[in-house]
């Protein structure tokens, strides 16, 4: 992925490590809600419309596109679905 789909520079959130720098902050968190079904869902339909329309992506864009990006959308409904990639979805706020 870092090497055909997202280019530059980028990291993955570790939540624990994350949430442990968040904790010597004034910051507090009040929500974290995990999004790794609805992201699993929401591949899988791209995979399956992408599939959908592989001639019109194959003339406009090339077969190593249509392959590369295929795999993305398939291998990251995988990934979710078996837990080896989470979303989260978080509300922090400071203080009043």
């Known amino acids: ?3 055909y789909i997202y280019g530059g520079n980028h990291s993955f ?3 624990h490590d ?3 720098k968040l904790a010597r902050t004034r910051l ?3 929500e974290i809600y995990n999004d790794r079904e ?3 869902l929401t591949f899988q339909q791209w995979a399956r419309n992408f599939d959908a329309n592989r001639e019109f992506v194959i ?3 090339g077969d190593f596109n249509y392959r590369r990006f295929r795999l993305y959308l398939w291998g990251a409904a995988y990934e979710f ?3 080896s990639l989470d979303c989260y ?3 922090i706020q400071a203080p009043k």
């Open 1 to 3: 992925m870092g090497k």
């Open 13 to 15: 959130l570790v939540l």
């Open 18 to 20: 994350f949430l442990e």
């Open 28 to 30: 507090e968190v009040t």
């Open 38 to 40: 609805s992201y699993f």
């Open 59 to 61: 003339q406009r864009f």
């Open 81 to 83: 679905l078996s837990r």
């Open 89 to 91: 979805r978080m509300i």
